[in-house]
């Protein structure tokens, strides 16, 4: 995993709960 996938990771998994 890269630095950025890191960093952006949480950014998705709060869209996921926004959504779902």
């Known amino acids: 995993m890269t630095f950025e996938e890191s960093r952006f990771l949480p950014?998705?998994?709060?869209?996921?709960?926004?959504?779902g």
């Open 11 to 19: 950014m998705k998994r709060n869209q996921h709960k926004f959504i």
